[in-house]
């Protein structure tokens, strides 16, 4: 319904190509060829089966045009994001998901799903995102805050899941797959999906989910220490079309997080052993996220796209079997609750003015989210904070190859907090322009101008009362500056494409928490003024059934107060160092079968604190292979290995360094030999 010139709503204009998609050559032996009876039936092949269960990834730091990728047999989010420039997820626990844009971390994104915001601050050794990436239908990047309709000083990450619509094959009324998943290092995993139209103006659609887990090994051999779990995830999804210009959608989410897991799950499992001495800790992390959204079309006249949510997430650890050293006060069971209650409308209308063509998008963003917590029976915390905010933007065409892009967002945001009942608000300003030089080469720059308030303590924390917000602190501002250039074009059979994009971000009056032995609880304060810069380059060729793609990103942070790197909570660097991607894939349609290749090189991060230890380089490459038999119509067999050369790394965005003299690498896993089969009808 939703027309292609109006996707800046949901995301940045531009796109990322598709992941590889995977190997065997053992499915061509299994095959048999599929000869075509002409040319056009060659010609018209598709993975019908795979384009439909796809996830399709925009990124403003890519452009490859609009096309979906096709399963990855995902079981972390850093397989459908890592290799984007300029992005990188840290964590490997199951609980420990944590999406890293040029060094900035998720509690300065923008992060929604299906509409909902997801911003929290759970525990600093847990990640706080809850999503399975099965399920996800399309996710949409800005790297670098760049347009005033969203929020986020260092960008925005808004996921939305699947629905009936997607799934439905043309003509069909009702639909189901089922899907089962093996990995050898080390879990399994099964779903299964029903949806259908009950009328021609609604649809429903049903999908649960079982994730069950062990210890990995990393590359080394080594086994990790309590990651053994489960996780299930269920989702309801109901659409109503009253009329062909609205659509009304409502669903729930249901995310269940179990196991007995390690204290510190973004530490090394060594790290843990001898901090808690071996033991685990019974912990449940859940997340129940209701959305309604609305949409309605009449063409340039006026398109609006608004929702309602409530996004709930629980920790609860029952730290009563933690022996030894171990803070007295939490030898009991434990909780925190962070529930985001808001709403998110979006409007976009096309007038013409002055001579001049413009394009007008303007919404309103509210955001209530609300902490507790309670350590067994003792008195629990309770805090607020209300964020509230308008946006207008205008992208103004003063000639068919030129335009800007002028806007306005006015923020409030009242904290009402045990450290602080303390306001803050400010009118931020944006401005945008691109040239269209040719119709295959456009460049652009923009800047925008950054507001962020400090942020509620995290949860599972029992300093709130002890907690000191400094009495002259202000709210983080700045901007964020871009120039770049976008390339597309195709000539005969051959397709050529690129973005680079180089930036500068100036964050003013960072804000830092540190923890206070005399205070018994944290300082928030200013800590002075950090630069981050650097570039993001992405190039792609396709050729007929072959595609590549290659990416290149970097970004180096200053403490422009001493000169230092940007620091962590940890104490660490918060740069990636060089990330360099390649993707190539190919397309055997005699066979039905798609084959992949991925390769990643991270370039060792030397901008550290003086004496602290480099973050390591390392080199990770993945195969791919994807089936879809013509005899057996929804069948669908996919097989892969991670990491084929098991080696031992640590993501730059994870837990690195040293803590009371042990290692807390935060290890990925070794090689991990995957395969999966599912069939929709």
């Not at 006015?410 to 040239?435: I, P």
């Not at 007929?544 to 200053?558: A, E, I, L, M």
């Amino acid at each position: 319904m939703k027309p292609q010139t109006r996707a800046k709503i949901a995301s940045p204009p531009c796109t990322l190509s598709p992941l590889v998609i995977t190997i065997s050559s053992v499915f061509m032996a299994l095959s048999t060829p599929a000869y075509a009876q002409d040319t056009d039936d060659t010609a018209s092949f598709q993975l019908d089966t795979l384009n439909v269960w796809g996830v399709e990834v925009n990124s403003s730091s890519e452009w490859v045009g609009e096309e979906s990728i096709s399963v990855k047999q995902p079981d972390h989010m850093s397989d459908l994001l890592r290799d984007i420039p300029g992005v990188d997820v840290g964590g490997t626990h199951s609980v420990n998901q944590r999406i890293n844009i040029r060094g900035l971390n998720e509690t300065d994104l923008d992060i929604r799903l299906d509409g909902a915001s997801q911003q929290a601050k759970m525990f600093h050794h847990i990640g706080n995102l809850t999503l399975n990436p099965d399920i996800i239908k399309a996710v949409d990047i800005e790297v670098g805050s760049n347009s005033v309709t969203s929020d986020g000083v260092g960008g925005s990450v808004y996921f939305e899941t699947k629905n009936a619509n997607d799934l439905l094959q043309s003509g069909d009324k009702v639909g189901a797959r089922v899907h089962a998943s093996y990995g050898s290092n080390s879990y399994t995993q099964g779903s299964i999906t029903a949806y259908g139209k009950p009328t021609d103006s609604t649809d429903v659609m049903l999908y649960g989910v079982n994730t069950s887990r062990n210890n990995f090994e990393d590359g080394q051999g080594v086994e990790t220490f309590g990651a053994e779990g489960t996780v299930k995830n269920g989702l309801v999804k109901f659409g109503w079309e009253p009329t062909d210009e609205q659509r009304i959608q409502v669903s729930y989410d249901v995310y269940q997080d179990k196991g007995d897991y390690n204290p510190r799950p973004d530490m090394s499992g060594d790290a843990n052993q001898y901090f808690a001495e071996g033991q685990l800790v019974p912990t449940e992390y859940k997340r129940d996220t209701i959305a309604l959204n609305y949409e309605l079309d009449k063409g340039d006249p006026l398109y609006v796209k608004a929702n309602v949510y409530r996004n709930h997430s629980e920790l609860a650890r029952d730290e009563s079997v933690i022996t030894g050293n171990w803070p007295s006060n939490r030898h009991s069971y434990n909780t925190a609750e962070n529930t985001n209650t808001g709403t998110l409308i979006t409007a976009q209308t096309r007038v013409a003015g002055g001579g001049l063509d413009h394009q007008l998008t303007y919404g309103l963003d509210i955001n209530q989210q609300s902490s507790e917590s309670q350590y067994g029976t003792a008195y629990g915390m309770a805090e607020e904070l209300l964020k509230k905010a308008v946006f207008l933007e205008d992208r103004i065409a003063l000639t068919q190859s030129l335009s800007i892009t002028p806007g306005l967002r006015y923020t409030h945001v009242n904290r009402d907090a045990s450290t602080s009942d303390t306001s803050f608000s400010d009118l931020t300003w944006a401005l945008a322009a691109d040239y269209r030089v040719t119709d295959a080469l456009t460049v652009f720059a923009s800047t925008r101008e950054l507001f962020k308030a400090p942020e509620l303590l995290e949860s599972f924390v029992a300093y709130q009362d002890t907690t000191f917000l400094a009495d002259d602190i202000r709210a983080e501002s700045g901007f964020n500056s871009e120039i770049g250039a976008r390339y597309n074009t195709h000539i005969k059979d051959h397709g050529f494409g690129g973005s680079l994009t180089v930036f500068r971000t100036d964050i003013d009056d960072h804000i830092a928490e540190v923890y206070s032995s005399d205070l018994a609880g944290y300082e928030i304060y200013n800590e002075g003024d950090v630069r981050l810069q650097g570039f993001e380059l992405s190039v792609n060729y396709s050729y007929q059934d072959f595609s590549g793609k290659f990416g290149y990103s970097r970004v180096k942070s200053t403490n422009r107060t001493d000169g230092g790197p940007m620091l962590d909570a940890n104490g660490r660097s918060t740069d990636l160092g060089d990330a360099l991607s390649l993707n190539l894939d190919y397309d055997l349609r005699a066979y039905n079968l798609r084959l992949g290749w991925g390769s990643i090189w991270v370039l060792e991060e030397d901008n550290v604190l003086a004496g602290a230890p480099a973050k390591a380089a390392y080199d990770i490459h993945s195969l791919y292979a994807q089936w879809a038999p013509k005899r057996v119509d929804g069948l669908l067999l996919t097989f892969g290995i991670d990491n084929v050369f098991d080696e031992l790394y640590v993501s730059h965005a994870s837990r690195t360094g040293l803590a009371r003299g042990y290692t807390t690498d935060d290890y990925e896993p070794g090689r991990n030999i995957k395969a999966s089969v599912s069939y929709q009808f």
